[in-house]
């Protein structure tokens, strides 16, 4: 798998935020450590079985993370990007916000950082040539989360955005390609994160 790592913590870039909704109220943050079933909420998790079964293992009571925000998409070649792999016709695309529980190593962007590049080295052992993934570090804000009520909130700290891609020649063959992909990145997120704590980084 080709993968990537990059820190958008600028001004301008998105910073995630935890509750969130959208402007109808229609979409909104589900805590799904809390409330498992309430996966059935989120429109993605009910089309994508996969995604939903990388949401329920990421936010297990007893796991690092919890996530925040989900999408998933799909576009023909003559949409792609510098970054997409060439010779393919069609893309299926997702991103998936991970938040880590540990308010120290939410706040520390240095430990977040090598975070990515262990995920980014993982990643890259991964044997699938028609899949893609980078795992993007953002600013964050916690508002409010039910295992932080002890905490002055609002928290500032960092989220990893991770974009995972497969391609294909027909939407069909992306979306089976993407599938795999993530499908293969579910386990390796939650082994980087006990790499990183057995390092003490």
């Known amino acids: 798998m080709q993968a990537d790592w990059s820190v958008a913590c600028g001004a301008d870039d998105p910073t ?37 079964a990388a949401l329920r293992h990421w936010n297990q009571p007893d796991v690092p993370i919890f996530t925040a925000k989900c999408d998933v998409w799909s576009y023909p070649a003559d949409l792609f990007d510098a970054y997409d792999l060439p010779d393919f016709a069609h893309a299926q695309g997702s991103y998936t916000d991970l938040v880590p529980i540990d308010p120290a190593l939410f706040s520390d962007f240095a430990a977040c950082e090598q975070q990515l ?17 980078e795992w993007t570090l953002r600013a964050a804000r ?44 579910i386990e390796p997120v939650l082994q980087g994160m006990h790499a990183e704590d057995r390092s003490n980084m």
Do not use: H
């Open 117 to 133: 590049k262990i995920w980014t080295a993982t990643a890259k052992s991964i044997a699938l040539p028609e899949g893609r993934c």
């Open 16 to 52: 995630v935020v935890i509750p969130w909704n959208d402007a109808t109220g229609a979409l909104r943050y589900i805590d799904l450590r809390t409330t498992p079933a309430a996966i059935d909420q989120i429109p993605e998790a009910m089309q994508y079985p996969t995604l939903a």
């Open 142 to 185: 916690i508002f409010s989360l039910s295992n932080l009520t002890d905490m002055n909130l609002p928290l500032d700290g960092f989220a990893t955005t991770l974009y995972v891609w497969g391609y294909g020649p027909t939407p069909e063959t992306a979306a089976a390609a993407w599938n795999d992909a993530l499908r293969a990145l």
